[in-house]
């Protein structure tokens, strides 16, 4: 009988053993699921499950609408191993701002159940004033019910800063967050780039995980235009902390000709002696071919037909490209073009009262799309010969129906239409076309402020954004005037004040609200070195 019970011990005793290996074992690889469903699934995951959806292996932020600014809130359990390696995928399709950021919460490293606040390490994705991905520590409050968002956050503190890693030209990174002994590492890969991972920083101060049982996820905040902006994909943490950095496998995602190609301008209705033309560009650092790329073009999307560009045509980096069937149609009427950007391509006539319009790439399919229409252009100019629609954000890469926002009429500052070069609304009304001297436009810049200041009753909202249409800053009445009054009498002190990091040419917009003059739009380029 003893023997007996003794080897059921043992048999129970080897059960356990062989039972807490695997916990072990799981607990050194971890990859995120998120079910079947099209949200993520519960009761592995909690709070705003209804708040995201399940596209083709990502998971896209999609909050509920109605909501003018919301908060959305996605978390699991996990078991973390004592060092631990975390690694993923973001896309943005919006530019980042106090409003339209995330944070991906890496892990708890402090919590008082009694106040109900607990301090995480998280990766910050545009958060605060910051236009690129930084290692922050956080505290989440919990909010009571109604009161709209799920949890407070506040003691944000940077670890690790990404400034010189900046979002807003690059929509899509790879992350690598390694901690070791209270000790944290952030590495960034830009995807469609061909740098490996960079190590943006490392900390000297120990911060340490003082549970390994512990919870992951998600916080977006996020404003009505982009609530469906923001995708996470191959979320994954293990303790492989000692290795070196591999170069991920490249996807045809990561091929900047797949991927990267924007419409920007379209002229459907051109004047007597012009020509239609459709403008592609390429916003990267890396040559693009049109080797299988084509337009399609319809009344529709369903019937659109297919136009292959012409083979072996190089855009170069930062180029737009006007396709059209008379290049010198287009030469005649646009005097300033780049003639060397200019193709002849067999396009068919563009329909003036509508048509859709595709960018595609055999292998991946459509890539940019836009229905063009008459009423996307400003009123008054929807039936006037020669104004061409143009692409307002390069930065916010939404499809077709949800892009109409970020389609509207080429300025009049810059002739309706700008084929070859950046679009209008990134270019300066203050001047000739942003061709006037610097002093010039700073004296047409004084005499709006002169008229400002005349003008009390006036709003005034001022806006900065890079060269891809992210905004960067944004001031609003008095604090607008002020700085702007130190950008005329001395710039340096004006441009070390902006609360951002981003260096290089930035476009100013300035938004005035009067009685007697309505509403006014101003622009205004610059260099910060």
Not at 33 to 38: P, S
């Amino acid at each position: 009988m003893t023997g007996r019970v003794s080897l059921r011990l043992l048999l129970l005793c080897l059960l356990l053993l062989d039972g807490l290996g695997k916990a072990e074992l799981r607990a050194q690889s971890w990859r995120a699921n998120w079910g079947e469903g099209r949200h993520p699934s519960s009761p592995e995951w909690r709070y705003d499950l209804e708040a995201f959806e399940i596209q083709e292996g990502w998971l896209s932020l999609s909050a509920h609408e109605g909501l003018a600014n919301a908060q959305s809130t996605l978390m699991t359990s996990v078991t973390l191993p004592p060092k631990v390696r975390w690694r993923g995928r973001v896309r943005l399709d919006l530019p980042l701002s106090k409003r339209n950021h995330s944070y991906i919460l890496l892990a708890c490293f402090a919590a008082n159940t009694t106040l109900k606040q607990y301090d995480y390490v998280a990766l910050s994705l545009g958060g605060g004033d910051r236009s690129n991905a930084s290692l922050v520590s956080l505290r989440l409050s919990p909010r009571g019910l109604g009161s709209g968002a799920r949890f407070s956050l506040s003691h944000e503190r940077i670890l690790i800063s990404g400034r010189g890693f900046s979002m807003t030209s690059a929509l899509e990174l790879r992350y690598d967050v390694r901690y070791e002994e209270g000790h944290w590492r952030l590495y960034l890969q830009r995807v469609g780039e061909a740098q490996a991972f960079q190590l943006i920083g490392q900390t000297e101060e120990e911060l340490r995980l003082s549970d390994l049982r512990n919870t992951f996820g998600f916080v977006c905040l996020s404003t009505p235009r982009y609530r469906s902006a923001t995708h996470f994909t191959d979320i994954e943490f293990d303790d492989k902390v000692d290795e070196g950095m591999e170069m991920p496998q490249p996807s045809p995602e990561d091929d900047p000709s797949s991927s990267y190609l924007l419409l920007t301008e379209i002229m459907a209705h051109p004047e007597p002696g012009g020509e239609e033309y459709i403008e592609i560009h390429n916003p990267t650092s890396r040559e693009i071919s049109t080797d299988g790329v084509g337009l399609l073009i319809g009344k529709n999307s369903e019937q659109a037909k297919y136009y292959p560009l012409p083979k072996s045509v190089v855009i170069p980096p930062e180029t737009y490209l006007v396709l059209t069937k008379s290049p010198s149609a287009v030469q005649m009427t646009h005097p300033n073009v780049y003639v060397e950007d200019i193709i002849q391509a067999p396009l068919p006539r563009l329909n003036n009262s509508g048509c859709y319009i595709g960018l595609y790439r055999a292998g991946v399919g459509v890539i940019d799309d836009v229905l063009y229409l008459p009423r996307l252009k400003e009123e008054g100019l929807r039936s006037r010969a020669g104004v061409a629609l143009e692409r307002i954000r390069l930065s916010d890469r939404s499809r077709y129906p949800n892009n109409t926002g970020n389609w509207t009429s080429a300025l009049s500052s810059g002739g309706f239409a700008s084929p070859t070069r950046p679009n209008t609304r990134l270019r300066d009304p203050f001047g000739r076309d942003s061709q006037g001297e610097g002093g010039e436009r700073i004296a047409r810049l004084v005499d709006l402020l002169q008229e400002l200041r005349s003008d009390p009753q006036a709003s005034v909202l001022l806006m900065l954004y890079d060269l891809s249409g992210c905004r960067l800053v944004e001031m609003r009445g008095e604090r607008a005037i002020g700085w702007l009054e130190t950008l005329t009498s001395h710039a340096p002190s004006a441009l070390e004040a902006l609360p951002t990091i981003h260096r290089g040419v930035m476009i100013l917009q300035l938004v005035v609200r009067s009685r007697e003059r309505g509403v006014q739009t101003y622009s205004l380029s610059f260099l910060r070195p």
